[in-house]
């Protein structure tokens, strides 16, 4: 069975500090991707990193970075220096074969002046 | 990056009414589209699954006959809500991806009100 899974409904950060937001993943499929996406309260949906199950290194985009422990299932986005403006949900997606997308339930991320 | 289009942004019908929600990507192509459908504060739920030119695969639990899809070209899709009612009401959120790594590029969502 597929499944994606966000244990944290909500976080705390303080402004500039970094934050480190959880996914863990279950797929028998040997190849998938892992996702992450960013949604303010504007609603539209925007891409931070991509992280493929073959890749040897972690990925990482600017202040973005996926914390990827294949053996543990997991894959955490890390949040450097947070932003005022980095509040807002944070989603979890798996990929799998045959293009299908898992969604995780979700982090509300507020970053605290 | 990807830009992906959608309109209207908000919409309010009457009950009973039909309405159209366009898709477009703008600077790719887009091999599948993808249709959402999110709850206040909950994850988004995938109603259906289009590929240009063939019919959409819908989501267990999704009537086909009341949420119309098509995907008429590489850079449009279409979700039609038939006999709108009040429970309709959400936001609907359209997603495109082109080839590898297949990520998807998200519209800015469509709220609709049915009253």
């Known amino acids: 069975a597929q499944k994606i899974t966000q244990t944290q409904p909500g976080m705390f950060v303080q402004e500039k500090e970094a934050v480190t937001l959880d996914c863990t993943y279950d797929?028998?499929?040997?190849?998938?991707?892992l996702f992450w996406y960013k949604q303010p309260s504007s609603g539209e949906m925007i891409f931070l990193i991509y992280?493929?199950?073959?890749?040897?290194q972690n990925a990482t985009e600017g202040r973005y970075s996926l914390n990827f422990q294949k053996a543990r299932k997991s894959a955490n986005l890390v949040i450097s220096a947070s932003q005022l403006g980095d509040s807002a949900m944070y989603f979890c997606a798996m990929r799998v074969t045959g293009n299908q997308f898992y969604f995780g339930t979700g982090t509300s991320l507020t970053v605290i002046p | 990056g990807a830009v992906v289009s959608q309109h209207p942004s908000r919409v309010i019908c009457k009950s009973g009414t039909s309405v159209k929600i366009e898709c477009r990507s703008l600077?790719?192509?887009?091999?599948?589209m993808f249709w959402y459908r999110q709850f206040p504060k909950k994850s988004l739920m995938l109603m259906a699954t289009?590929?240009?030119?063939?019919?959409?695969?819908?989501e267990q639990g999704v009537e086909k006959d009341k949420f119309l899809i098509n995907h008429a070209s590489l850079t449009l899709s279409t979700l039609t809500v038939t006999s709108a009612h009040p429970e309709d009401s959400s936001f609907y959120i359209c997603?495109?991806?082109?080839?590898?790594?297949?990520?998807?590029?998200f519209g800015p969502g469509t709220r609709l009100t049915v009253t």
């Open positions: 997603s495109a991806s082109s080839g590898f790594p297949y990520e998807q590029y």
């Open positions: 600077d790719f192509q887009a091999t599948t």
């Open positions: 797929t028998s499929d040997p190849s998938y991707g």
């Open positions: 992280q493929g199950s073959y890749d040897q």
């Open positions: 289009s590929n240009e030119g063939s019919k959409a695969t819908y």
